[in-house]
Nanobody, 120 residues
Framework: QVQLVESGGGSVQPEGSLRLSCAAP????????MGWHRQAPGKQRELVAI???????NYADSVKGRFTISRDNAKNTVHLQMNSLKPEDTAVYYC??????????????WGQGTQVTVSS
């Protein structure tokens, strides 16, 4: 099972910033959508942001104007720039890659999760 590698989580004060990154292993082809999800304690996992192959983006209402998702197709990497962080952004953040391999098989890969804590 392919595991994505995440980095960039940590603790920050309210109104601070963090940048998350996620990379797929070498040799993964056919990635269509790259996204970030998060799960806070006692809550369901929710979509935070997603970016398609063509660069189209979609954000959860709660993060619009504060978070920016971007991707580097050549490196199979996705980033999430998080600004003006709020305590309610505290959660484990997971990256997710969806696509279809050259053989036609669809895939849905996840990262191991990285903790983001926002508190004073």
């Amino acid at each position: 099972q392919v595991q994505l590698v995440e980095s960039g989580g940590g603790s920050v004060q309210p109104e601070g910033s963090l940048r998350l990154s996620c990379a797929a292993p070498v040799g993964i082809f056919g990635i269509n959508a790259m996204g970030w999800h998060r799960q806070a304690p006692g809550k369901q996992r929710e979509l935070v942001a997603i970016i398609t192959n063509g660069g189209g983006t979609n954000y959860a209402d709660s993060v619009k104007g504060r978070f920016t998702i971007s991707r580097d197709n050549a490196k199979n990497t996705v980033h999430l720039q998080m600004n003006s962080l709020k305590p309610e952004d505290t959660a484990v953040y997971y990256c997710n890659f969806k696509g279809r391999s050259p053989s036609g098989r669809s895939f849905d890969y996840w990262g191991q999760g990285t903790q983001v804590t926002v508190s004073s």
